[in-house]
């Protein structure tokens, strides 16, 4: 029961974002030859993620009815299905520059552009489902930080991406997202890794 909610909650958002986005028959197509999985698990250790290795998407019960989450993933899905560039910097990715595994800066950009992409449309779809209080989650910090997420890697790997996304859409709304965002690396929207410390060095960068 819990699971074919979920699949009819994806199935939604997955038709609100084609829409959103103008796809075309070829890219629907892609996408229709190439279904997300759908798994259900409280012990996964996630909230509610997409799983580019497997297509797969994993929630826990508590987040098959958060429209953010649903969003934010059919967001992540869709836009590894159809994006070979992106699709491979996740399964094949070149961390630093010219290679070097020591510096995980570009890579850590790369992966927050992602978050931004995800983010902006979990944001538009829920608002336009009702859901209030998530324009704001990662504007709001206790301490210099954000409260509730304290693992780092996690935490430096959506941070910018999210909060661009919030602030983009609180500032333009439906209307700073299209088709453009789905193929761009929008790397353009990420400052470098050196203004990771604090919200406020985000916003003088920014």
Not at 46 to 62: G, H, L, P, Q, R
Not at 102 to 108: G, Q
Not at 163 to 188: I, M, T, V
């Amino acid at each position: 029961m819990l699971e074919q909610l979920l699949k009819m909650h994806l199935a939604d958002a997955e038709d609100s974002l084609a829409s959103l986005l103008d796809l075309t028959e070829e890219e629907k197509k892609v996408l229709d030859e190439n279904k997300s999985n759908v798994v259900i698990d409280n012990d996964a250790g996630v909230y509610a993620a997409y799983d580019v290795f497997t297509n797969t998407y994993i929630f826990s019960e508590k987040a098959v009815r958060d429209n953010v989450a649903v969003g934010e993933e059919v967001a992540h899905s869709i836009r590894m299905r159809l994006n070979k560039s992106a699709r491979e910097n996740i399964l094949h990715p070149v961390v630093g520059k010219n290679g070097d595994k020591s510096d995980i800066s570009d890579y850590v950009k790369f992966l927050n552009a992602e978050e931004y992409f995800a983010r902006y449309f979990a944001l538009i779809y829920a608002n336009s489902k009702g859901q209030a209080n998530c324009n704001n989650l990662w504007s709001k910090f206790e301490n210099n930080r954000f409260s509730g997420f304290t693992a780092t890697f996690e935490y430096v790997t959506h941070f910018l991406g999210y909060g661009r996304a919030e602030d983009d859409y609180n500032h333009k709304g439906s209307k700073g997202f299209g088709r453009h965002l789905l193929y761009d690396d929008n790397y353009e929207k990420i400052p470098d890794i050196s203004v990771y410390d604090s919200r406020s060095n985000y916003r003088a960068a920014a």
